[in-house]
């Protein structure tokens, strides 16, 4: 059996049961998942295509892999995306727990993340076996880790962070991973979701990738653009041998994408609509709530697009005694839970996020307002 840590969340159930305390409620900003309705044009589509009595395809069909590669086109600046060189998967966050042992990675591999990361990157690895080394610098490892190095995990917009990665970056990074013979998995599900940025470059862009996906994923979840996260409806695409090595892998272990959730995904990725009119919303909570937490004295960092504020306090109103410089996660956290606010703390995504709270744009507009008046009363 596999030894795993805590689910982290759970500890947060005291916290949850002080802020519920709140007499007007709670409102809660931990986990981003999303609270408007799902669009009906994906509604109808998975409606439509209810009736499936059959097994689906572990590829999806050609009309869902068509239109996701028109996606790709339209809003990610990929041109000439071959539909069969893209996968549905089970949601993103299954997609990336696995990746490692898919790929064969073993006690010997090292498998980078982001310093401050989503921590199934680092489950991911231990699934396999493998080590997972933190750091936003592949290129300042020492050589006698680079050598071990199979996996590279970016994540752009960043999750807890909003941080976004260059062009140039994303490059460096990519040829790096080809001098050693690593993959690069690109997490890119906050894209369609930037506000201090022009744009959150794709790992398949071809300023990116050059003339070549070799090497390269490209992994996206819709559940934050559309509103479907209990769908379970995400891809990847990229390099050839990769895809049609991972195709085999799940063809054998049954990961396939439910026949009506494709139909769902495929209308998802022909419209566009609904997702400017999401982005609407999430722009018009973090207009409210950005500026609340900074009145009630906290610092937004980075932040520059995706779901979450990335939130610390620098006055020392929560600073242990031992360490003045820093705020303390988790005093923040009660801080907020007394207000009748439920957030996220940093230290769930790895060492480098002690000191900052994950403070998501995902409620009603009416529970924004309300966290915004508590915060700033």
């Known amino acids: 059996m596999l030894t795993l840590p805590d689910y982290p969340w759970d500890a947060m159930a005291s916290y949850r049961e002080l802020a519920s305390a709140h007499p007007d409620g709670l409102v809660n900003l931990s986990i981003g998942t999303p609270v408007d ?58 997609f990336v727990a696995w990746l490692p042992t898919l790929l064969g990675l073993t006690r010997d591999d090292v498998v980078l993340r982001p310093r401050v990361a989503y921590p199934t990157y680092d489950i991911g690895a231990q699934i396999a076996g493998a080590q997972a080394v933190a750091t936003d610098d592949p290129m300042e490892l020492d050589e006698s880790v680079l050598a071990r190095v199979k996996l590279i995990w970016l994540n752009s917009p960043g999750n807890p962070t909003g941080r976004v990665d260059s062009v140039e970056h ?23 979701l930037p506000w201090d940025v022009d744009e959150a ?20 979840s819709v559940s934050k653009q559309s509103n479907l996260a209990g769908y379970r409806a995400a891809f990847t695409a990229g390099c050839p041998r990769l895809i049609a090595g991972l195709l085999n892998t799940r063809k054998h272990a049954g990961m396939i994408m439910p026949m009506p ?10 419209d566009d609509a609904h997702v400017e009119a999401q982005r609407e919303l999430y722009r018009r ?50 801080h907020m839970a007394e207000r009748g606010i439920l957030v996220g703390p940093g230290v769930f995504y790895g060492e480098a996020g002690s000191g900052y709270i994950r403070v998501a744009l995902t409620a009603t507009d009416e529970r924004i307002s309300a966290a915004a008046e508590r915060l700033t009363a």
Not at 181 to 192: M, T, W
């Open 37 to 94: 309705p799902t669009p009906q044009v994906i509604q109808q589509a998975l409606a439509q295509s209810a009736d499936a009595p059959g097994y689906p395809t572990t590829h999806g069909t050609p009309a869902l892999r068509e239109a996701i590669a028109g996606w790709f086109a339209r809003r990610r600046g990929v041109q000439g995306l071959d539909p069969a060189h893209i996968l549905p998967t089970v949601g993103s966050k299954e």
């Open 170 to 192: 994303m490059r460096e990074v990519v040829a790096l991973a080809r001098r050693i013979g690593a993959v690069v998995a690109s997490d890119e599900c906050y894209a369609e």
């Open 201 to 220: 470059p794709s790992i398949l862009d071809p300023r990116v990738s050059g003339d070549s996906h070799k090497g390269l994923l490209a992994v996206y």
């Open 261 to 270: 959730v494709q139909a769902a995904l495929q209308a998802a990725m022909d």
């Open 285 to 334: 909570r973090r207009a409210i709530l950005k500026p609340a937490l900074e009145e009630a004295g906290f610092t937004v960092e980075h932040s520059a697009a995706g779901l979450y504020l990335w939130t610390t306090d620098r006055s020392g109103r929560f600073s242990q005694p031992a360490a003045p410089e820093s705020a303390d996660t988790w005093q923040m956290v009660r």
